[in-house]
């Protein structure tokens, strides 16, 4: 007899980096597929699904995130999962990542002793304000199956005193999320943004910890308008930035290409067509290294540092000097790209698979 697997996801990194995985879920288990609605914008839902073929989710709990408070976005999760979990009696629930669905879909499954899977275990910024930092800790504590992305989580899984037994290094599935939607890229998502290959830069930002401080925010925006002046930028805005610099007044220079958020595949074709990408996304920096372009990650810390001594990818911290030191070097010198490319990424792909042959083994 088959196994049931529940998953519980919400957002659209979620959403991404679960996509290589939903379909085996399908085909090797009883599979019920549950969407919070913590995001909701066809950009930031819905395209995903069509464009990365996905199944539709058997549940949608509508739970949004405009005008709520984190207590109260965490409360609708728990008391609409509850009724579905205690229906269903999966033998797993399966989360990824550290979002408040992922936290949500953990705190359910450990009321009613049902076993967990985490997807993503393991990762640490150290910066326990951060939301993300919270979420990831209190799942990895709760979690039977720890399935972390590479040596270092691991690392701090056991310094963390959690049993070894529980923890597999097994790559990340955000990878082979990358090589299926590579495939899936076709060469007119570059044309349709009018720009030429290796003759603009890419940006995002969205993380709590960049956009709700005014400070920080105009640093980080300074860094970007200024590199702006070197190179055109376009940058696809999540609605929590927009919101922000709306509230906080903070304007955009004219070399910023503002756009909606966009596709997976347009976001790919754009990345790989880029000199670099600037970001504070956990998704993006792995991604930039699977198709081979440098990140700047416009934080303090990382939880991919395994990138950045690798010599692919960069912190560059949230002052625009810091920005610039970089993003001016790699705009100045086609050879120290060249030579960034041709150091060897640290990339683990398979994590799908590996996943899949672990929870039929227990
Ligand atoms: C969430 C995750 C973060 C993840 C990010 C991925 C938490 C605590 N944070 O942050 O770890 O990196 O998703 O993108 O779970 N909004 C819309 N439309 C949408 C979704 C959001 O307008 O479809 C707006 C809402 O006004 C909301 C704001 O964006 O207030 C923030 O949304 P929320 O889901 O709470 O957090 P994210 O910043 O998206
Ligand atoms: N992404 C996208 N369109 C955009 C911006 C990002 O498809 O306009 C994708 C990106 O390719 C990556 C994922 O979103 O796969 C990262 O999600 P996000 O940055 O929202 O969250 P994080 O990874 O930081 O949790």
Redesign the pocket.
């Known amino acids: 007899m088959k196994q049931t697997i529940l998953t519980v996801l919400g957002?659209?990194?979620e959403i991404i980096k679960f996509s290589p995985v939903l379909p085996l879920f399908d085909a090797r288990f009883e599979h019920v597929l549950v969407h919070t609605g913590?995001?909701?914008?066809e950009n930031?839902?819905r395209i995903f699904f069509r464009e990365l073929k996905l199944r539709q989710p058997a549940y949608f709990l509508n739970v949004g995130?405009?005008g709520i408070g984190?207590g109260v976005?965490l409360g609708r999760m728990l008391e609409r999962l509850e009724p579905i979990l205690s229906k269903v009696r999966p033998d797993w629930v399966a989360v990824l990542g550290?979002?408040?669905?992922t936290l949500a879909g953990a705190l359910v499954a450990a009321k009613l002793n049902v076993p967990i899977v985490h997807f993503e275990s393991g990762c640490r910024s150290f910066n326990r304000d951060a939301?993300?930092e919270q979420?990831r800790i209190l799942v990895d504590h709760l979690a039977a199956l720890l399935l972390a992305p590479d040596r270092q989580a691991v690392a701090h899984l056991r310094h963390e005193g959690i049993d070894r037994k529980r923890v597999h290094c097994i790559g990340n599935t955000g990878l082979d999320a990358t090589r299926r939607a590579m495939r899936l890229v076709r060469e007119r998502q570059l044309r349709k943004f009018g720009v030429r290959p290796e003759a603009f830069v890419l940006a995002t930002l969205?993380?709590?910890e960049s956009t709700d401080d005014r400070a920080r925010l105009s640093q980080i925006v300074a860094g970007i308008n200024e590199v702006s002046e070197m190179v055109p930028v376009l940058f696809p805005i999540?609605?929590?930035t927009v919101?922000m610099l709306q509230k906080h007044r903070i304007r955009l220079a004219q070399g910023v290409h503002r756009l909606e958020p966009i596709g997976n595949l347009d976001f790919l074709a754009l990345l790989k067509n880029s000199l670099f990408v600037m970001s504070d996304s956990?998704g993006v920096q792995e991604e930039a290294a699977v198709v081979n372009r440098p990140c700047l990650v416009l934080r303090d810390e990382t939880e991919w540092t395994r990138l950045v001594d690798a010599g692919k990818n960069f912190l560059t911290g949230t002052n625009p000097r810091g920005i610039i030191r970089i993003a001016g070097a790699l705009l100045r010198s086609p050879s120290l790209r060249l030579k960034i490319r041709g150091k060897k990424a640290p990339l683990q792909f398979g994590a799908t698979q590996k996943a899949i042959r672990l929870l039929l083994k227990k």
């Open positions: 957002t659209r990194p913590q995001h909701y914008d930031m839902d995130s405009a984190p976005q550290d979002t408040n669905s939301p993300e979420n969205h993380r709590a999540h609605p929590r919101a956990g």
